[in-house]
């Protein structure tokens, strides 16, 4: 069973560019979540997909966007980037409903 | 609002005796309680979770959680602690909603384990 990996590790960006991180969810998963962690914080919940739909958001601007393929693998795109966006992005995978969320290793995004 | 805290930032404990780490909730109706660790350069590793039923859960690496309702707390626990365990922890909570089962972290309990 393949666990949920993401691409890249590290992203150095620099203000006002756009950047795409990619997720790929834990076989049979069908749900994905995404998560934004600040230096020294919990994670914060941005948005969930299920089933290609987005599922429900957290409190972060329409800069951050995101993406549910076929195959339940997702992207999340962040527009006009800001310095206080770098943080350590993770990806979770989970099954219907309230199962466990399994996170991905995270990419670490560095805004100058 | 619905927040998660954990009120140590850092937990110091020596190699072979019990280790608790706090975890409390404000979150309404029932909602389901995990913990994670976080080992550097890593993502979130499961540890546990908590759904209904016995109060204390066991979960991997002789980590276990005792849930108190009344006190609305969710703290891990582990009987003997090793060097290994030395990571940060964290507590969330998915609170019972229709469609979303998102996430509140707490801010997290750097444990670390003295030889």
């Known amino acids: 069973e393949t666990g949920v990996t993401q691409s890249p590790t590290h992203l150095i960006k620099t203000r006002g560019q756009q950047v795409t991180l990619r997720c790929s969810s834990q076989?049979?998963?069908?749900?994905v979540s995404w998560y934004q962690q600040a230096l020294g914080q919990g994670p914060q919940f941005i948005f969930q997909?299920?089933?290609?739909?987005?599922?429900g958001r957290g409190n972060f601007p329409p800069r951050f966007s995101g993406l549910q393929f076929p195959n339940y693998s997702s992207e999340l795109n962040v527009n006009a980037l800001e310095l206080d966006d770098s943080a350590l992005y993770l990806c979770?995978?989970?099954?219907?409903?309230?199962?466990?969320?399994?996170f991905g290793p995270g990419t670490r995004l560095t805004v100058l | 609002a619905q927040s998660v805290a954990q009120p140590e930032d850092q937990v110091n404990v020596a190699e072979g005796n019990p280790l608790t780490v706090k975890c409390t909730y404000s979150?309404?109706?029932?909602?389901?309680l995990f913990w994670y660790v976080q080992y550097p350069n890593r993502g979130l590793q499961f540890l546990l979770k908590?759904?209904?039923?016995?109060?204390l859960v066991k979960g991997s690496y002789g980590f276990e959680a005792e849930f108190n309702k009344s006190q609305t707390s969710f703290h891990l626990k582990k009987p003997s602690a090793l060097v290994s365990d030395s990571a940060l922890y964290f507590c969330?909570?998915?609170?019972?909603?229709?469609?979303?089962?998102?996430?509140?972290f707490g801010t997290g309990t750097r444990l670390k384990v003295l030889a």
């Open positions: 076989s049979g998963h069908n749900t």
């Open positions: 969330a909570v998915s609170p019972p909603t229709s469609g979303t089962y998102k996430y509140i």
């Open positions: 979770a995978s989970s099954l219907d409903g309230p199962d466990t969320q399994y």
């Open positions: 908590y759904i209904t039923g016995d109060n």
């Open positions: 997909y299920y089933r290609e739909e987005e599922n």
């Open positions: 979150v309404s109706g029932n909602p389901y």
